[in-house]
């Protein structure tokens, strides 16, 4: 039995015993006891996400040209996502001049990209798992060494076809909010002067150290 419970329990049973002018007292010990302590705020900082991190895992201009074209689907227009992305943004910041100072603006501007930029990396990373999906399905289709008496009978073909269209569709989404964010980078720059840099929290003492250590016992495996 855990120490709130057991409180819990006894501070019930003391209730019973206790003359009924007591009783008054012992419930709102008991309610003190199993009260949970107060949770204190998580302080670590997030992961940090770059634009070049969400690049590496969208489609690229390549790979959705060759999906609009092999799939029937409507071209994503990078250069005027970016740009159309970044005049609105632009003209967000001119509203707030008047009200914010060059700095509060500049931090809103930052969590402004930020959120662009993790947005871009989530629907890239999604992309790039159903894309591995159906890689693999299609890959057990060539497989000329399949026990199966016919192509297609155990429905792999149906899945495979399935699983390449739902990772073409949302390779163009993950390429257009790449065209998105980096709208917002450009209009970072035009309204504060300076390049977008994603926001580093500071990490704990124990963390720094850990990995300190790490990098450490890592540079032993390097080459000289």
Known sequence: MSDSNTNMASAITNAKAAPAGKKAKAAPQAAKAAAPAPRVASQQARAVVTFATAARVCANEGVATRISRLYGLDEVDYHATREAHEEHLVKTADALTGSLNEK????????????????????????????????????????????????????????????????????????????????????YAHVTGQDWKPYEGMQAPSQGVSRQAVAIRAAAFDKE
């Open 104 to 187: 509060a603006l500049e931090m809103h501007l930052q969590r402004i990209v930020d959120a662009y930029v993790r947005s871009a990396y989530g629907a890239g990373n999604f992309y790039d798992g159903k894309a591995a999906i159906a890689r693999q399905l299609t890959s057990a289709i060539a497989n000329e060494d399949r026990d199966e008496d016919r192509p297609g009978i155990d429905g792999t073909e149906n899945k495979a076809q399935r699983a390449c269209e739902f990772a073409a569709v949302v390779g163009l989404q993950s390429y257009a909010l790449l065209a998105a964010a980096h709208g917002a980078i450009d209009a």
